[in-house]
């Protein structure tokens, strides 16, 4: 009885594994090479009160989703700025500051070449822009480029993935937008 539980288990692995390797085969051209996700909003504030509240870059783990858990600035700030970011599982990884234009940009790029990185990214970068609309309204944009280490695999990560990401982001941009709607 136990071996016919047992046998059932494996085969089901087996089903499992050979299914997301079609479907990644499928889902191959998809994620090779640099990929982006992207997303904006219009903000009805300011650009001074916009690029108050998402140029916080400290406290990113309290407007943000779940997924990030705490921020702790290492070295500097602006340009050069390194932050650590720490997941409730307490993976973390580290990011540095490439682009600091302060009340029109900023980006970071995160260190996907250290051991302990605990995602399937070769490469991993986010800007934030802010731009005038109106006196009060602010576009804000952001963009995040990735690349998956392994493109095969990557095809399942990248529709499972997108999903989270664009639930996310929404939670992001919503705390955002009312932060800087309230801000006095």
Wanted: with cysteine.
């Amino acid at each position: 009885m136990i071996r016919k539980i047992l046998k059932g288990v494996a085969l089901f692995l087996v089903l499992d594994i050979v299914i997301l390797l079609v479907y990644g085969f499928v889902q191959y051209p998809k994620a090779k090479g640099e990929q982006h996700f992207i997303a904006e909003r219009i903000i009805h504030a300011s650009k001074e009160q916009v690029w108050e509240v998402i140029s916080d870059v400290g406290n990113y783990h309290k407007v943000t989703a779940p997924n990030i858990h705490h921020v702790e600035i290492v070295e500097g700030q602006g340009l050069g700025m390194k932050r650590v970011c720490s997941a409730p599982d307490g993976s973390s990884w580290e990011e540095t500051c490439t682009v600091w234009n302060p009340g029109n940009e900023f980006q970071f790029v995160v260190n996907t070449q250290k051991e302990d990185y605990p995602f399937p990214l070769k490469s991993l970068s986010g800007i934030w822009k802010v731009e005038t609309v109106s006196p009060m309204q602010t576009r804000l944009y952001m963009d995040f480029a990735y690349e998956f280490k392994s493109p095969f695999l990557s095809g399942y990560f990248l529709s499972m993935g997108m999903k989270q990401a664009k639930k996310e982001t929404e939670f992001l941009l919503d705390n955002w937008q009312q932060l800087a709607e309230n801000k006095k």
